[in-house]
């Protein structure tokens, strides 16, 4: 997700991207430059951020650091974060869906290894 999509939450939930200001303490121009990628929050920033919007941490802040950083192995670092949430992400959902289509069991361990199982089928993909 691109640091813009978390500053829209934000805004969403605060009404307007003035009041999502007031909450983070920071400036709405500021905001308006990090939603069209001419500056980046900082950490503490985009913590409260991602705290308010119930986003993971480190997502906020490597979506942030993405948009002044240059150095290419440092960028694929953060852009690791990313792709790393968003299959634990991937995964809970698909565990949310087997619980929906999993085999009726009387064991609760039979069907937590079914779960266990699907997991690991989508890790290694």
Do not use: W
């Not at 308010?52 to 942030?64: F, G, M, R, T």
């Not at 299959?87 to 959902?93: E, H, T």
């Amino acid at each position: 997700m691109e640091m813009r999509e978390f500053i829209e939450m934000g805004e969403k939930k605060a009404g307007t991207q003035k009041q999502l200001a007031e909450y983070l303490d920071t400036r709405y121009t500021t905001l308006g430059l990090v939603k069209n990628g001419k500056k980046s929050l900082t950490t503490a920033l985009c913590i409260k951020l991602a705290r308010y919007i119930e986003v993971d941490e480190l997502e906020v802040i490597a979506a942030s650091n993405l948009i002044i950083e240059k150095d290419e192995e440092r960028r694929k670092i953060f852009e690791s974060c990313l792709k790393r949430s968003s299959k634990a992400a991937s995964i809970a959902m698909i565990i949310g869906a087997t619980a929906l289509s999993a085999p009726s069991t009387n064991s609760f361990e039979n069907s937590g290894s079914y779960h266990t199982s699907v997991a690991k089928q989508f890790i290694l993909c």
